[in-house]
């Protein structure tokens, strides 16, 4: 077991949760209110990372933003959200993490604790993902298969380790994670990246059924063909594949936008958990 991961076992080890069988009545308090929380996104100098924390400020909340290797995208979004009439006193912070390396993770909550002055995230919307478009199996590696795991859902479980001990302590989470369509199978990539979603709604659904009584509500948003990102530019990138145009039913791409939209909701309604919302035009 590496240092990071030992450590990281160690943190959260001792915290109890409520069993799912109990028979003790907890009633929870209806709290859906995002203004003034802290929402970490992941991947926020990617197109549908950017619109979630663009829209997460819209609705007063304060920002942990991270990116990977495109640091100029996340500088523009924070300095474009602070200009905002409403910005108030809230804080943006910026993060440089490498999700799939040991270590980073830990790190970026490290830093975020000390910037915002609370130990974690209220909100962690976990979009960080990567999508290398291989389709044929014979042509996928094991390298390939090894680093979308890790990235794509590895990391998920590590960061949701990170994020509910401090959500725990207030009785107030939200976890959604970004999967895919692909999960289902229809995929304009290959096998790899479809297990790796697959397994992230896996787990989200397993989480959200063993924690309904924390106050943590657990759900992930599935998109398909949404243009306008790093991974699909626009639609011409989709001609010939089963997400060409022509095969989703409203006829046309998703936007970054509207992906948002459905993010937000879930963190606005707690009495959501354990689903995971296709964001397709219809496509199956
Ligand atoms: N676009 C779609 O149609 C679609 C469909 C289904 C699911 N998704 C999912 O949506 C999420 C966001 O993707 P997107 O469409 O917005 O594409 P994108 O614009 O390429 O954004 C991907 C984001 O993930 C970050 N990232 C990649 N590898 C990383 C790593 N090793 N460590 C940390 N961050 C990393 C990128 O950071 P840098 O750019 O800074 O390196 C970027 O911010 C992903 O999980 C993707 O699988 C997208």
């Given at each position: ?36 929380k802290l929402a970490l996104v992941t ?27 495109n640091k100029a995208p996340a500088d ?90 401090h959500m725990l302590e207030r009785g ?113």
């Amino acid at each position: 077991m590496s240092n990071a991961i030992e450590r990281l076992t160690n943190i959260t080890a001792s915290i109890s949760l409520p069993t799912s069988n109990s028979n003790q009545i907890m009633s929870q308090p209806i709290d859906n209110e995002i203004k003034g929380k802290l929402a970490l996104v992941t991947g926020a100098s990617g197109g549908i990372g950017a619109a979630c924390a663009r829209d997460l400020w819209a609705n007063g909340a304060s920002l942990a933003i991270t990116y990977n290797s495109n640091k100029a995208p996340a500088d523009d979004l924070r300095t474009e959200l602070l200009k905002s009439s409403d910005a108030g006193t809230r804080k943006i912070s910026v993060h440089q993490c490498d999700v799939a390396k040991p270590g980073e993770l830990e790190r970026l909550y490290a830093e975020l604790a000390s910037e915002h002055g609370q130990k974690g995230a209220d909100i962690a919307v976990v979009n960080a993902g990567f999508g290398k478009r291989i389709t044929n199996i014979l042509e996928i590696g094991l390298d390939d298969w090894d680093y979308t795991m890790d990235v794509n859902l590895r990391s998920s479980f590590v960061l949701t380790k990170l994020a509910v001990p401090h959500m725990l302590e207030r009785g107030w989470g939200r976890v959604v994670y970004i999967s895919s369509i692909a999960a289902q199978g229809t995929s304009i990539n290959g096998c790899h990246y479809s297990a790796s979603k697959a397994g992230v709604q896996g787990m989200c659904k397993n989480l959200a059924a063993k924690m309904g009584k924390t106050g943590i509500t657990f759900n992930d948003v599935a998109p398909a063909m949404i243009t306008e990102t790093g991974m699909i530019r626009d639609e011409e990138m989709l001609k010939g594949t089963p997400g060409d145009v022509k095969n989703i039913p409203v006829g046309r791409s998703g936007r970054p936008q509207e992906c948002a939209n459905v993010v937000t909701m879930l963190c606005r309604t707690g009495y959501m958990t354990g689903q995971s919302i296709t964001i397709s035009g219809g496509l199956k």
